[in-house]
T-cell receptor
Framework: EDQVTQSPEALRLQEGESSSLNCSYT??????LFWYRQDPGKGPEFLFT???AGEEKEKERLKATLTKKESFLHITAPKPEDSATYLC??????????FGRGTSLIVHP | DTAVSQTPKYLVTQMGNDKSIKCEQN?????MYWYKQDSKKFLKIMFS???????INETVPNRFSPKSPDKAHLNLHINSLELGDSAVYFC?????????????FGPGTRLTVL
């Protein structure tokens, strides 16, 4: 069974204080690892898909990286508008998407 | 332009009732999903349809019945609602291609069973 564990569960940062969110996974035949952002009362919003170890993707202040066992979402100089829950998900050979429980990020001005 | 829409946004009902949630996507995607997000924000897949055909059914009670009249619509009907069904239900769609599927989510339907 595919598993995804995200840490920390919650993270408080000051504006401009860079940090990283972790997503550890076990999957049979990784087809893709996804990062989503979810704001309160809304559906998850797609950020990145990573397909193979060593791959990196960037979008504004966010950078996602992937190894064979984990992915990191690096947030550089965050702003209050980056506050949200960040979800990690994997899709393996079964094609069934498996989500982690998310990291709730709060960025204080 | 709304990509994935759900109705209603909120649904409050009594135990034992039957209710439906509707989902529509205008992205031209072939695959649609229903997810349940519990009070601890854990998102778990329930069903997936590809071109109106059920392809994923994740040990969901048979009180839950998805119906896909066409590939742009996936509705969820729930019979004999129970307290434990209270959650936020998300519809999503994707277009399989290449290695994997990127999913686009609707805004969610918050179901409260009293």
């Amino acid at each position: 069974e595919d598993q995804v564990t995200q840490s920390p569960e919650a993270l408080r940062l000051q504006e401009g204080e860079s940090s990283s969110l972790n997503c550890s996974y076990t999957v049979s035949g990784l087809r893709g690892l996804f990062w989503y952002r979810q704001d309160p009362g809304k559906g998850p919003e797609f950020l990145f898909t990573l397909y193979s170890a060593g791959e990196e993707k960037e979008k504004e202040r966010l950078k996602a990286t992937l190894t064979k066992k984990e992915s990191f979402l690096h947030i550089t100089a965050p702003k209050p508008e980056d506050s949200a829950t960040y979800l990690c998900a994997v899709q393996g050979g079964s094609y069934i998407p498996t989500f982690g429980r998310g990291t709730s990020l709060i960025v204080h001005p | 332009d709304t990509a994935v829409s759900q109705t209603p946004k909120y649904l409050v009902t009594q135990m034992g009732n039957d209710k439906s949630i509707k989902c529509e996507q205008n992205l031209g995607h072939d695959t649609m999903y229903w997810y349940k997000q519990d009070s601890k924000k854990f998102l778990k897949i329930m069903f997936s349809y590809n071109n109106k055909e059920l392809i994923i059914n994740e040990t969901v009670p048979n009180r839950f019945s998805p119906k896909s009249p066409d590939k742009a619509h996936l509705n969820l009907h729930i019979n004999s609602l129970e307290l434990g069904d209270s959650a936020v239900y998300f519809c999503a769609s994707s277009s399989p291609g290449g290695l994997t599927d990127t999913q686009y989510f609707g805004p969610g339907t918050r179901l409260t069973v009293l």
